[in-house]
């Protein structure tokens, strides 16, 4: 079944589906090819359910035939931004000036969902450099709507708070674990949060609500301690669109101008809502490096009920997970995101990292790399008897100094803290 939408949108959808498909088979090396093996005539390809007539790609094929995907010549790329590969190296996405249009408009629709105006300044706690797409993509959205930006980069507490306090920001762009941070920095120094300026985040890069859009336990500290409104967003630089909740906090809004979305089964078909599936994109008005059927690998659902909002377009839940990154240990199926969930609930646990690797048997085992709070043998059978209860197995630990979990968290090249290390066969 196709996701409901107005007829109009459809509509919309189908010709620039079309228009898309003519430009593939004229521009794009890697999807002339594919439509050549698997003999598909775009001519038949009329309406969003024909799309499942055509194979799906995978990160894979942009990173073996990266090249392949750029339909422009060089001199026509204005911007070079990379992704992380899943076969080692990282991916590059070109984009052209009409890209960057676009990918402002995505951020601008986006900054609107998230109910700023051009009153709002927002500080930007996040790379703006190192080829990231994300950081870009804000300054441009913020530009386009005429708010005030602040690009002061991540980390750094101190300084973000001596910015905040001189320029008044009335938003923050941030990673939730980073805000918590923020809040233990002030604490710590005496910093009164609530008698701040800043009023909502903007969540980027972890999942601050769970599945039934409660706030799970990362969001839970951040809003007990700061009073601030928080805004999931979800996006990838390959897809080079957005979807970021409104106040109602139901579910990340779809841009249906901007992309075709599907949730596919393992079968790779289409599911209804409220159905765990992965999520498989098709970029609209992409120039530089269009992308059709392009699988995502994260695991989601969709909500096509009407929001209080008044948008019509239905809303993406919080990731469940990365479809590769599923552990099965012991009988007990995890994925990362609800294992952060668990890490994050405790005081004895400053940090962590979860390392995957395959034992002598081909199974799954888990080894948890955690700073705990003290070195004792009391808080070691705290977080081990929770651990227990909470999993209902034993993941293997390794206790470290936060210097070291520092290193394993942020090898060089890397933006942004790494919490999970597949070490699988």
């Known amino acids: 079944m196709m996701m409901q939408?107005?007829?109009?949108?459809?509509?919309?959808?189908?010709?620039?589906?079309?228009?898309?498909?003519?430009?593939?088979?004229?521009?794009?090396?890697?999807?002339?090819?594919?439509?050549?093996?698997?003999?598909?005539?775009?001519?038949?390809?009329?309406?969003?359910?024909?799309?499942?007539?055509?194979?799906?790609?995978?990160?894979?094929?942009?990173?073996?035939?990266?090249?392949?995907?750029?339909?422009?010549?060089?001199?026509?790329?204005?911007?070079?931004?990379?992704?992380?590969?899943?076969?080692?190296?990282?991916?590059?996405?070109?984009?052209?000036?009409?890209?960057?249009?676009?990918?402002?408009?995505?951020?601008?629709?986006?900054?609107?969902?998230?109910?700023?105006?051009p009153d709002d300044i927002y500080q930007l706690m996040l790379t703006l450099d190192r080829q990231f797409m994300a950081g870009m993509a804000y300054y441009l959205g913020l530009r386009k709507l005429g708010?005030?930006?602040?690009?002061?980069?991540?980390?750094?507490?101190?300084?973000?708070?001596?910015?905040?306090?001189?320029?008044?920001?009335?938003?923050?762009?941030?990673?939730?674990?980073?805000?918590?941070?923020?809040?233990?920095?002030?604490?710590?120094?005496?910093?009164?949060?609530?008698?701040?300026?800043?009023?909502?985040?903007?969540?980027?890069?972890?999942?601050?609500?769970?599945?039934?859009?409660?706030?799970?336990?990362?969001?839970?500290?951040?809003?007990?301690?700061?009073?601030?409104?928080?805004?999931?967003?979800?996006?990838?630089?390959?897809?080079?669109?957005?979807?970021?909740?409104?106040?109602?906090?139901?579910?990340?809004h779809y841009q249906p101008e901007l992309m075709i979305a599907e949730i596919l089964d393992d079968d790779e078909n289409p599911v209804g809502p409220y159905t765990a599936g992965e999520l498989t994109i098709t970029t609209l008005g992409v120039e530089g490096m269009p992308l059709l059927r392009y699988k995502t690998g994260d695991i989601c659902m969709y909500f096509d009920e009407p929001c209080a909002c008044g948008r019509n377009s239905w809303r993406l839940s919080p990731i469940l997970g990365r479809k590769k990154q599923m552990i099965k240990f012991k009988g007990t199926t995890l994925y990362p995101p609800a294992l952060f969930d668990i890490l994050n609930e405790r005081e004895e646990i400053k940090e962590y990292v979860v390392e995957v690797y395959s034992n002598e048997v081909g199974l799954d085992e888990v080894l948890l790399y955690i700073v705990p709070s003290e070195q004792s043998v009391e808080c070691d059978h705290r977080i081990r008897a929770y651990l227990q209860a909470r999993l209902r197995v034993s993941p293997h630990i390794k206790y470290l100094s936060l210097e070291a979990i520092h290193k394993m968290q942020f090898p060089e090249t890397v933006r942004k803290a790494v919490k999970f290390v597949d070490k699988r066969n």
Request: overall charge negative.
């Open 147 to 252: 708010a005030g930006i602040i690009r002061l980069g991540p980390g750094v507490p101190s300084l973000q708070w001596e910015t905040i306090n001189r320029l008044k920001p009335t938003a923050i762009v941030a990673v939730p674990s980073f805000i918590l941070k923020l809040i233990q920095y002030a604490k710590d120094n005496g910093i009164d949060v609530n008698a701040s300026s800043v009023k909502k985040a903007i969540c980027i890069g972890e999942n601050v609500r769970n599945a039934d859009f409660s706030l799970n336990v990362l969001g839970k500290k951040i809003t007990d301690a700061w009073d601030i409104q928080l805004y999931s967003t979800y996006a990838s630089t390959e897809m080079q669109t957005a979807f970021t909740e409104c106040s109602e906090g139901r579910g990340g």
């Open 5 to 117: 939408q107005t007829d109009e949108m459809t509509l919309l959808q189908e010709q620039k589906l079309k228009e898309l498909l003519q430009y593939l088979t004229v521009h794009s090396p890697f999807y002339r090819e594919m439509f050549a093996s698997h003999q598909i005539d775009i001519s038949a390809i009329n309406t969003l359910a024909d799309l499942a007539k055509i194979p799906t790609t995978s990160k894979e094929d942009l990173q073996q035939r990266n090249a392949d995907f750029l339909c422009v010549p060089q001199q026509q790329v204005i911007e070079y931004t990379s992704t992380s590969g899943t076969l080692g190296g990282p991916v590059s996405i070109a984009l052209t000036d009409k890209d960057l249009d676009r990918l402002a408009l995505n951020e601008y629709n986006s900054f609107l969902s998230a109910e700023t105006t």
